[in-house]
């Protein structure tokens, strides 16, 4: 063989090979466009939409922590000694515009852990809701418009005394359950409510039906809603005035109950003080912002029908965002017996 002969076959082998190699060559496809989580102002601060639809969501929740103490005199349910328990709540919020208005959907799960007891979860609100130009349709699980439309007994703080936090679940007819309502919110600040509920005494159709009126302005609100239990027949009502006076809120709230049977056949509106079941109470509260830190609360309701009255207060601090420290005491009196008691709730949000 010359040397030409083999240049020639050196060049076609090199050729062929490049070739094959270009034949078996890896073919890179082109990256999907990355698609980022975009937030969503439409509803306020931690929306977001939920990638790849129109539909806005936010995680919201707490973790808290409390220790409870107290000393008791012969009040029944009421022991001495001290107890832990902790609790993780999970809030989700979806929403998105339809052509019925703003649909919402919104759950309140708590895990509770207390000491010497255990642990359990609960849905402790759940419902679906269309917000219009004119009101709101709501369907699911919540604490009662009884409970809920004049604003909770004491002003909404944390250790409200009236509330089942302390064992007193009927202080102002507290009730949790499924319920079908509809809120009509006018623009001069006056709003009414009905709704139909299940009653949890009853699988039968002993539906209970609650409606309220309430008229609001910077200076406070004034208003009354009223409900009749399905099941016993018994209704109850409670008004409630509030006062914005500055930094301090006051609040007055009467309630009546027709039903003295006692438990545990009362009815939804019954209202249950340290001696049993009353048919009228009156609840005071005042609240007073010193800061954006600290909040001082405090809260004291009286029964009829030997029920006893009851009395609290506490300290609502915010050292840092979203973390408040909450030290509260609390006093209940019925037939010559009482109870002193303790509390300090920590709580983070987000």
């Not at 609100?125 to 130009?133: A, F, P, Q, V």
């Not at 109870?339 to 709730?345: C, L, P, S, Y």
């Amino acid at each position: 063989m010359n040397l030409k002969s083999l240049i020639i076959g050196s060049a076609a082998a090199t050729v062929l090979a490049t070739g094959a190699q270009a034949a078996d060559a890896v073919v890179y496809a082109d990256p999907e466009p990355m698609e980022y989580v975009r937030i969503c102002d439409v509803y306020g601060a931690g929306f977001f939409y939920i990638p790849g639809t129109e539909t806005c969501l936010k995680i919201g929740g707490y973790v808290r922590f409390e220790t409870r103490a107290g000393i008791s005199s012969n009040i029944p349910g009421f022991q001495s000694g001290y107890t832990t328990y902790a609790r993780f709540a999970l809030q989700p919020d979806v929403r998105s515009e339809t052509e019925w208005g703003t649909l919402r959907a919104f759950a309140d799960v708590w895990v509770d852990y207390l000491a010497g007891t255990g642990g359990g979860a609960l849905l402790n609100e759940g419902y679906i809701e269309l917000i219009g130009s004119s009101g709101t349709l709501r369907i699911g699980k919540a604490d009662t418009p009884y409970t809920r439309f004049l604003g909770y007994g004491g002003l909404d703080t944390v250790l409200d005394v009236s509330a089942d936090v302390y064992g007193i679940a009927n202080g102002y007819a507290f009730a949790n359950t499924n319920e079908i309502s509809y809120t009509f919110a006018g623009a001069n600040g006056f709003s009414a409510i009905l709704a139909v509920l299940d009653n949890d005494n009853s699988n039968t159709w002993a539906t209970n039906v609650e409606g309220g009126l309430l008229f609001q302005q910077g200076w406070g609100s004034i208003g009354a809603i009223a409900g009749y239990d399905g099941w016993t027949g018994e209704w109850g009502i409670t008004a409630a005035l509030t006062g914005n006076f500055g930094n301090t809120t006051a609040k007055l709230q009467g309630f009546y109950n027709s039903d003295l049977t006692g438990l545990p056949d009362f009815s939804q509106y019954a209202i249950f003080g340290p001696g049993g079941v009353a048919r009228w109470s009156v609840l005071g509260s005042v609240a007073h912002k010193f800061s954006e830190q600290v909040t001082l609360a405090a809260t004291g309701q009286w029964f009829d029908n030997n029920a006893g009255w009851l009395a609290g207060a506490e300290v609502q601090y915010t050292p840092v965002e979203n973390l408040t420290i909450t030290p509260g005491v609390h006093y209940f009196e019925a037939n010559g017996a009482n109870f002193w008691g303790a509390a300090v709730r920590v709580q983070r949000n987000f």
